[in-house]
């Protein structure tokens, strides 16, 4: 197959950003207290679509992030103790496993690659569908799921509610005290804290013009040149929109069948319009987080660069462009999340 010339493809995104700007005017409300996602359009604008900075700083309640850090750590939320939240995001590992799925309990395998829990309050949806609309609500879907920890609140709220000293930090903090909403929003609280701020990128961002390296601008041009900033943009570079996988060529028609995962929203909304797609995965920290796609079948990042562009933009990237984009995307590593680290946050007790 012949590469279309790159106008061809400037000119798709245009008329597709037109489209966009003339559905959005005539779009639905969003949801109460929920940013809408935007569908599957696109827009080849880079200033439609910017990519802002991570906050350097962000303003928690330091006893909830650690009770959250403490919990995230706990196999007690398993059916047989033996599967913590950490267990799937490592959170020294770019906050993922870095295995194509994750094993929980009694070594199930899982159906989609884990995503990372680094900056995940950035993300308009939780879950490569997006069914969760919130950190609080996310929080269910692995505690239920009999592929990971394969329990529930009874059962959990039974253990813990044994040990004292986690039951007194729980009532000092939440007036319910030790039930589901109070673990989940001590979870959620810790999650938010996981930011990395202060990436080259975030740098080059506000101003700093030695931040990114030659061959990282380059990236960074080729980046919205192609059209990459179409569906990754926001501050998370990512996690706002959907996109089917292989908007221009087949692409389980080469990677082999397609799974019922490979699905995408499809199994949630049994919509045929969604077969295949998926929330578009945010960008940041993506160097530490391979193997990569919902199926973790792209064990390094050029080899993720080559079939993003191939398969949703029609474009084969020569050598030199592929070592460009490479060098953008590793300027998106921020800084470890002192939460992370020490269960402590650089912002202050509201």
């Known amino acids: 197959m012949t590469p279309k010339p790159r106008w061809v493809h400037a000119a798709v995104l245009l008329c597709l950003g037109l489209l966009l700007s003339v559905a959005l005017l005539h779009a639905p409300g969003p949801v109460p207290g929920a940013k809408p996602m935007l569908g599957r359009a696109l827009s080849g604008s880079a200033e439609a679509w910017p990519i802002t900075p991570l906050p350097q700083a962000v303003v928690l309640d330091a ?21 913590a939240c950490a267990n799937c995001h490592v959170l020294a590992a770019g906050g993922v496993d870095r295995q194509p799925v994750s094993t929980g309990i009694g070594g199930r395998k899982g159906q989609l690659n884990a995503p990372t829990v680094y900056n995940v309050a950035y993300n308009d949806r939780q879950f490569w569908d997006g069914r969760a609309l919130s950190l609080e609500a996310q929080v269910d879907g692995p505690l239920h799921n009999p592929d990971e920890m394969g329990s529930n609140w009874d059962e959990v709220l039974g253990k813990l509610k044994e040990d004292a000293q986690l039951r007194r930090e729980i009532e000092a903090l939440y007036p319910a005290g030790l039930v589901a909403a109070s673990l989940r929003d001590a979870l959620a609280t810790f999650e938010r804290a996981l930011v990395t701020p202060d990436a080259p990128f975030d740098r080059h961002l506000r101003g700093d013009q030695q931040a990114l390296s030659p061959v990282a601008l380059e990236g960074w041009r080729l980046f919205r040149e192609l059209g990459c900033v179409s569906c990754h943009q926001g501050v998370n570079v990512g996690g706002n929109l959907y996109e089917k996988l292989g908007l221009v060529e087949d692409f389980y028609g080469s990677r082999g069948t397609p799974r019922p995962a490979d699905l995408g929203r499809y199994n949630l909304t049994r919509d045929d319009e969604h077969r295949y797609e998926f929330r578009v995965p945010p960008l940041r920290n993506v160097a530490l987080t391979a193997p990569y796609l919902h199926d973790g079948s792209v064990a390094t990042l050029d ?29 998106l590593t921020g800084r470890p999340a002192p939460a992370a680290i020490s269960g402590n946050i650089e912002a202050h007790t509201p």
């Open 303 to 331: 080899e993720a660069v080559q079939i993003m562009a191939r398969y949703q933009l029609g474009v084969r990237l020569k050598p030199r462009e592929v070592q460009q984009l490479v060098a953008f995307l590793e300027a």
């Open 63 to 83: 006893r909830k992030v650690a009770l959250g850090r403490q919990l995230f750590h706990d196999p007690r939320l398993s059916r047989d103790n033996t599967v």
